[in-house]
């Protein structure tokens, strides 16, 4: 393994490891209040052009830790969506 690969592996698998707690703690929150939809979108850009890059440029097993890391970065996406709406519930029903 070329050692570029072994740096670029290590880390996806580090940022990876940071995203299940996230998702985690997203989703039992049950709150959008301290979460960033800027800063997910602008991962989940970076992620993507890794792949994009990987794709053109070489095309191996790491792109595998680029899209396993997007979908998780994109169902904290969805769960922010999720817990923004129940936000604008309880407010509505505090009014």
């Known amino acids: 393994m070329h050692q570029t690969k072994i740096f670029e592996l290590l880390m996806l698998l580090s940022f990876g490891a940071a995203w299940p707690a996230s998702v985690h703690k997203s989703y039992i929150a049950r709150t959008a209040k301290g979460k960033s939809l800027m800063f997910l979108l602008v991962i989940i850009f970076g992620y993507l052009c890794g792949i994009i890059n990987k794709l053109i440029n070489s095309p ?36």
Do not use: C, H
């Open 60 to 95: 191996d097993y790491v792109i595998f830790f680029y899209a396993l890391n997007m979908v998780m970065v994109s169902a904290d996406l969805v769960i922010y969506f999720r817990n923004r709406r129940l936000d604008r519930e309880a407010e509505a029903v505090k009014r």
